[in-house]
């Protein structure tokens, strides 16, 4: 069926704001369940037959599937029993890292349980990212105040690490987990701002950007003596 431009444009602005419904229609394919009875009240479903077994036509038309077809993730906190889950995908994230496929100019820090232990005693908070149960990442949080200036002279959340599986890139999981953590630092209603760091050589800034980063200050660096000088990038985002 040949579609007109018109008609084209009536069918993906009705997905507009439409992200919650697209997740529950993936949770439900994911469990095996009729995913269309999350279509209801959606414009232009009597153009497409109906199964028998389906509460509404199957009609995805329009959709942006790639960028919000995706599980609910939620945060859990994270114990001393899930060290070494952690330790296994930041390496795997700074593994894959890096648009040389598992190459990279700069020396990877080789991250084991013994180091993730050691952070836990330091304050550093872990949680990890879950979809149907199953971890696809992780998100580790300090409470810092080296850049309180940045923060109206408060400590701040600092994301010290947002890591997710190779096999979850580019689907916009990163930016869910990002979102879940962002609604519990304003339940928690500890810290008014977030920060974070970033290499600006990863060509990451307008992606931190679309979610409501700022670029605040940006330092010369070279870690450790003899690896290349990149850019650091300090960024924040207030919360409250």
Not at 116 to 130: C, D, N, Q, T, Y
Request: aromatic share 8%; proline share 5%; charged share 25%.
């Amino acid at each position: 069926m040949l579609l007109d431009r018109k008609k084209i444009e009536a069918l993906q602005k009705r997905w507009e704001g439409q992200e919650n419904r697209l997740q529950k229609v993936a949770d439900a394919i994911m469990k095996g369940e009729d995913w269309t009875a999350y279509l209801d009240g959606l414009p232009y479903l009597d153009e497409v037959p109906k199964l028998d077994c389906d509460k509404n036509p199957r009609d995805l038309r329009g959709a942006n599937l790639r960028r919000y077809l995706m599980p609910t993730t939620t945060l859990e906190a994270a114990t001393v029993a899930d060290i070494a889950g952690i330790a296994y995908i930041m390496r795997e994230s700074n593994r894959n890292n890096t648009p040389l496929r598992g190459v990279s100019p700069f020396p990877l820090p080789l991250i084991n349980a013994d180091d993730i232990g050691l952070m836990m005693e330091k304050g550093s908070r872990f949680f990890l990212a879950l979809q149907l149960g199953k971890v696809i990442g992780i998100v580790q949080v300090d409470s810092a105040s080296e850049f309180k200036h940045l923060a109206e002279e408060k400590p701040y959340y600092e994301i010290s690490n947002l890591s997710v599986l190779p096999a979850y890139r580019h689907l916009g999981v990163a930016r869910s987990v990002l979102h879940e953590f962002e609604k519990l630092a304003r339940s928690e209603a500890k810290h008014g701002f977030i920060l974070l760091r970033t290499v600006m050589e990863h060509g990451l800034l307008s992606y931190w950007e679309r979610a409501g980063y700022h670029l605040c200050e940006v330092y010369q660096k070279q870690q450790p003596k003899g690896a290349p000088a990149f850019m650091e990038a300090i960024m924040t985002k207030k919360i409250s």
